[in-house]
Every structure is written in structure tokens, then in C-alpha cells.
């Protein structure tokens, strides 16, 4: 079992910045591929970005590249996502996911969440 902390949302303006961590506990995470993902209300999750297990590869959603970047420490067990010039449209709660294996885009692949962290960005 897998155990996902996110931390790091907030309350901000367009423009600004945040740094969002995804802490494991129980195992390893250097064995798991991490995505992460957002859903704003009334909508379904989305993909903003993934990192395959070595952190040699990361995937970022159109509506974000350029904007955010994900990242890994395996020293510390922890991901990543380093979001800046922050849109009223990035507003939604933003949940890390775990899966072994190569990452996907479909959240349903994904086996262990966290609880997840809210971004609100104002204009």
C-alpha cells in the first residue's frame, strides 16, 4: 500500500505561484509512476501532468506546458508540481495518484490518491 499527501494549495492571484508536494509513505515511491490531476466543480478530473518512475520522463497536459512542471525526489519521496503564472481557470483541487508500472492518462488507472489540496486563483 501506497499512502498520498498532498500539500501546498492556497488561496492566489493570477500571476503568482505555488509549489504543490505529493509525500508517500508505506512504500517506495521510486517504484511507482505519479500523475497528477485536478477537478474543478462540476467537472470531471482531468490530467495536468504525469513523471515515469525514474523521473526521466514527464508528461504535461496543453492547458499547463510551459506553466507547471513536475518533478521528483526519490531521496524524499516526494513529487512534485511547480505551477506558475497561475490562471483563475487552474482553480480546482489537485490530487496526485500512484500506479506501478508506466504512467497513463487515465485516472482510473491510477491505484492509490490522495485527498487532495485546493488552488483558487483569483483575477
Known amino acids: 500500500q501506497v499512502q498520498l499527501v498532498e500539500s501546498g494549495g492556497g488561496s492566489v492571484q493570477a500571476g503568482d505561484s505555488l509549489r504543490l508536494t505529493c509525500a508517500a509513505s508505506g512504500r517506495n515511491l521510486s517504484y511507482y509512476a505519479v500523475g497528477w490531476f485536478r477537478q474543478a466543480p462540476g467537472k470531471e478530473r482531468e490530467l495536468v501532468g504525469f513523471?515515469?518512475?525514474?523521473?526521466?520522463?514527464?508528461f504535461h497536459s496543453d492547458s499547463v506546458k510551459g506553466r507547471f512542471t513536475i518533478s521528483r525526489d526519490s531521496s524524499k519521496n516526494m513529487v512534485y508540481l511547480q505551477m506558475n503564472s497561475l490562471k483563475p481557470e487552474d482553480t480546482a483541487v489537485y490530487y496526485c495518484g500512484a500506479r506501478p508500472g508506466s504512467p497513463v492518462t487515465s485516472a482510473r488507472l491510477y491505484d492509490y490518491w490522495g485527498q487532495g489540496t485546493q488552488v483558487t486563483v483569483s483575477s
Open positions: 513523471v515515469n518512475w525514474s523521473g526521466s520522463s514527464t
